[in-house]
């Protein structure tokens, strides 16, 4: 089955440092994936779509120049969340969409957990 | 719908037993919804979906029906197991939203053994 890793699968960081989180699609081609962020006892929350080869579409409220997506391949997303502070600590999970899929299923990443201390 | 700021509402059951989750969702024009299953520190996990042209469908001890008139959906958990503990979220999307997916608020489901 289709399988979508993340990378790394937590990290702490100092308030104002950018992290940098990987979402790869291992087995198929991902012309699309989606960011989410999950807060605890929360739903998921879509932050942005990610296009391969285009600029990301961020949802509303959402700030672009703060977390930085690229979608640079067929196979791989990064999102970077720049100077980080405490308010950014959650869980980041992202998605992976086959091309021509024949149904909207999503393929989640394992998910990335963000400490900001 | 949107579910920013709530918390999960609870559903705790007895091995062995029934489980029924439902979800309320916003968009009369969603035309493909999906349940997930997410236990805690991973990612969702898809169980089943269902297109909008049918109330009913089954998989292995699961069943999710449709009902549009007041846009609700359910998920059916026959038989359930200490395994199926974990928190099920149900997602809409309509075709022309590129895949978007809408999560609902999500409920934790707890199986005493």
């Known amino acids: 089955g289709a399988v979508v890793s993340q990378h790394p699968s937590w990290v702490i960081c100092k308030s104002g440092t950018s992290v940098k989180i990987e979402c790869r699609s291992l087995?198929?081609?991902?012309?699309?994936m989606f960011w989410y962020r999950q807060f605890p006892k929360q739903s998921l929350m879509l932050m942005a779509t990610s296009n391969e080869g285009s600029k990301a579409t961020y949802e509303q409220g959402v700030e672009k120049d703060k977390f930085l997506i690229n979608h640079a391949s067929l196979t791989l997303s990064t999102l970077t969340v720049t100077s980080a502070h405490p308010e950014d600590s959650s869980f980041y999970i992202c998605s992976a969409r086959e091309p021509f899929g024949q149904t909207y299923e999503q393929y989640f990443g394992p998910g990335t957990r963000l400490t900001v201390t | 719908g949107e579910s920013v700021g709530l918390h999960l509402p609870t559903l705790s059951v007895q091995e062995g037993d029934n489980s029924i989750i439902n979800c309320a969702y916003s968009n009369s024009a969603s035309d493909y919804f999906i349940w997930y299953k997410q236990e805690s520190g991973k990612g969702p996990q898809f169980i089943i979906d269902?297109?909008?042209?049918?109330d009913k469908r089954q998989g292995q001890r699961v069943t999710v029906l449709l009902n549009k008139t007041v846009k609700h959906l359910s998920l059916q958990i026959a038989a359930t197991q200490p395994g199926d503990s974990a928190v099920y979220f149900c997602a809409e999307t309509f075709y022309n939203q590129g895949g978007k997916l809408i999560f609902g608020q999500g409920t934790e489901l707890s199986v005493k053994p």
């Open positions: 087995d198929f081609q991902a012309t699309t």
């Open positions: 269902i297109r909008s042209n049918m």
